[in-house]
T-cell receptor, first 109, second 116 residues
Framework: GQNIDQPTEMTATEGAIVQINCTYQTSGFNGLFWYQQHAGEAPTFLSYNVLDGLEEKGRFSSFLSRSKGYSYLLLKELQMKDSASYLCAVNNYGQNFVFGPGTRLSVLP | KAGVTQTPRYLIKTRGQQVTLSCSPISGHRSVSWYQQTPGQGLQFLFEYFSETQRNKGNFPGRFSGRQFSNSRSEMNVSTLELGDSALYLC???????????????FGPGTRLTVL
């Protein structure tokens, strides 16, 4: 089976750094995606990792360790507009995407 | 390039009725996946269609069905609606389909279905 875990909720302060973790157990791993979803809106793509290491994209970075089944999304210089749910999703060979439960991030002034 | 579109955006039905939702993928994308999103269960995979064929199916009852047309547009049908079917139904399109390397999915705005 496949299992993806993320913290349910996190709170951080504007301007700070926050790390959202995602652990997974899966077979045929073929990449991990992070999506952002604002309340009432569709998920939008943030990042993709298929090899171990860090992928940086502006204020957002994503890290993957395939041997540990672990990824994190790092958000720097937090802004109020970053308040959203963050979904980690695993892509498996020949199978469908599996999404984690999502982490609801609240950014406080 | 136009994004993924879904119609209708909002729908209210009563128990026992059936509903059809429509999704038009990004031009050139051949894969359409459907998801159900509820506060308690998160994003749950329903099925994926690629070139008019259902490739993968999630763990939903047979009341949930779908199809894809030759122009890649897809429809999802739910028969004999239950209260628990109230959810946001999202479709996502991708170029090559799920299970393929770097397969980014682009989501539509969703259809909010309320069953009374």
């Amino acid at each position: 089976g496949q299992n993806i875990d993320q913290p349910t909720e996190m709170t951080a302060t504007e301007g700070a750094i926050v790390q959202i973790n995602c652990t997974y157990q899966t077979s045929g791993f073929n990449g991990l995606f992070w999506y952002q979803q604002h309340a009432g809106e569709a998920p939008t793509f943030l990042s993709y990792n298929v090899l171990d290491g860090l992928e940086e994209k502006g204020r957002f970075s994503s890290f993957l360790s395939r041997s540990k089944g672990y990824s994190y999304l790092l958000l720097k210089e937090l802004q109020m507009k970053d308040s959203a749910s963050y979904l980690c999703a695993v892509n498996n060979y020949g199978q469908n995407f599996v999404f984690g439960p999502g982490t609801r991030l609240s950014v406080l002034p | 390039k136009a994004g993924v579109t879904q119609t209708p955006r909002y729908l209210i039905k009563t128990r026992g009725q059936q509903v059809t939702l429509s999704c038009s993928p990004i031009s050139g994308h051949r894969s359409v996946s459907w998801y159900q999103q509820t506060p308690g269960q998160g994003l749950q995979f329903l099925f994926e269609y690629f070139s008019e064929t259902q490739r993968n199916k999630g763990n939903f009852p047979g009341r949930f069905s779908g199809r894809q047309f030759s122009n890649s547009r897809s429809e999802m049908n739910v028969s004999t609606l239950e209260l628990g079917d109230s959810a946001l139904y999202l479709c996502a399109s991708s170029l090559m389909g799920q299970g393929v390397s770097y397969n980014e999915q682009f989501f539509g705005p969703g259809t909010r279905l309320t069953v009374l």
